[in-house]
């Protein structure tokens, strides 16, 4: 019986048709988070993120691409470099030298350096932990969308709500004041009391009072809304006042972005502490190449000259680390450290998760019975009400019963939105825990 109500529309009340400030078209709950999702400021910080992160990515990756560097260089030598030459070369005392300067005071060079990556730790894991920050990034604007969607559709069903509650404030202004009208009536005919007349215009004046504040709540938080969505303040947002309650299904468990955050932090511990081993025992290697010419030149007459001499060659350049002071060891004990970490906060996050979970769904089911409960009050209300009315037309019920009779209507109805209300908050806190909140 329970499912089959929920099934269908538990609460449509639809604001007076003669306000003319939902005289235009209104706004749905998916309008508004659309908008938002448009024009939020964060989201659009995290999109300039994630494209910074490709970006990040591409200039990782550059890293495998030969790298060319042009190099030109003049050298004019006031003193000549002195070199020591040994006697012995030349027949004289061994153990005896003679200072010689060689070369010429022009000197030029011109040069291509190539050089290619072949392996290297450092590079690939940069590129692996890239490729997890772009993920992580992905998963930051998908948690942002959520919060986004949660906080609309807190404010909309607020504003709804208020809106209904409006509603109910105008139907019981408008029973009170025919009953006002029916005590001076009454009075006039002497079959009721001044006390009597007082007594139901102070009921007046009070459901007035709560008009006007709910009226200033619901334009705070209609301010809100529209801040969220992008708008101006002044601009007249209209919002569906129908409030629609579906079938909740069974939402399946899926993993929270936290969740998946952490793992994601996991992977890139994972990468350093292998990039970090890989470092210990694979060198780095890559190729050079040397493409260039050397001048040498002289000016004094008669021998005056400017020569020039091909150098190039192409080798392999192998780099490893044969002792780093075990920094390399430190590092992996600390990555590893980390990684513990992480596994024990995730172990915290998932008891936590289950119970909220398991409170979520208690929560839900306690407010649908609430809800068809507070459904049978309100008509039972409604008929106390209008059997009082008859009553007290007849002098069989006092002006107090009426005005109680109208008390207990007016709360009977006040109950049952707040039954609704805890039934949306239930709901879209079970989706967001379930991770079924952007389905």
């Known amino acids: ?11 449509a009340l639809i604001i007076l048709a003669n306000n003319a400030s939902f005289a235009q078209q209104n706004w749905s709950l998916e309008q508004c988070i659309d908008s938002a999702l448009v024009n939020n400021t964060g989201i659009k910080i995290l999109e300039n993120q994630e494209a910074l992160s490709e970006l990040k990515n591409k200039e990782v990756k550059s890293n495998l691409l030969p790298k060319i560097y042009g190099n030109a260089e003049y050298k004019y030598f006031i003193d000549l470099p002195y070199q020591l030459m040994p006697l012995s070369v030349f027949g004289g005392p061994e153990g005896q030298f003679k200072e010689a300067q060689f070369g010429v005071p022009h000197n030029i060079n011109l040069n291509l350096t190539i050089q290619v990556p072949v392996y290297s730790s450092k590079i690939y894991g940069a590129i692996e932990k890239t490729e997890i920050g772009k993920n992580m990034v992905d998963l930051q604007v998908e948690k942002t969308k959520e919060q986004i969607y949660f906080e609309v ?6 504003t709804q709500l208020l809106m209904n509650k409006e509603s109910f404030l105008d139907s019981s202004i408008k029973n009170t004041e025919v009953m006002l009208s029916t005590i001076n009536r009454l009075k006039d005919a002497l079959l009721a009391t001044g006390t009597d007349a007082k007594k139901v215009e102070l009921q007046l004046l009070t459901l007035q009072a709560q008009k006007d504040e709910i009226n200033s709540k619901t334009k705070q938080i209609l301010n809100g809304l529209k801040m969220y969505m992008g708008l101006n303040l002044d601009y007249n947002l209209a919002v569906d006042p129908t409030i629609e309650l579906s079938n909740s299904p069974i939402y399946e468990v899926k993993p929270s972005i936290e969740t998946k955050l952490n793992q994601l932090q996991q992977e890139l511990i994972k990468t350093d502490i292998s990039s970090l081993k890989k470092s210990r025992y694979i060198p780095d290697v890559g190729v050079v190449g040397y493409l260039g010419t050397n001048g040498f030149g002289y000016t004094e007459a008669p021998n005056e000259f400017l020569n020039f001499y091909p150098l190039s060659f192409v080798g392999l350049k192998i780099t490893h680390p044969l002792f780093n002071g075990t920094v390399t060891n430190k590092q992996i004990a600390q990555k590893n450290i980390e990684f513990e970490n992480l596994q024990l906060q995730q172990t915290i996050v ?12 208690e929560n839900l089911n306690t407010a649908l019975n609430q ?12 008929e106390i009400f209008d059997e009082t009315k008859l009553l007290h037309k007849q002098g069989l019920a006092s002006t107090q019963d009426l005005i109680m ?3 207990e209507l007016r709360l009977a109805k006040q109950n049952y939105l707040s039954a609704v209300t805890a039934c949306i908050v239930a709901d879209l806190e079970l989706q967001k825990l379930t991770g079924n909140i952007l389905k």
Do not use: Q, V, W
């Open 371 to 382: 809800l068809d409960l507070k459904s049978k009050l309100i008509t039972l209300a409604d």
């Open 350 to 361: 998932n008891d936590k998760t289950s119970l909220e979970i398991y409170n979520a769904k």
């Open 153 to 158: 559709s807190a404010l909309y069903r607020n």
């Open 405 to 407: 009779a109208d008390n």
């Open 1 to 11: 019986m329970l499912a089959t109500f929920y099934k269908t529309t538990l609460f």
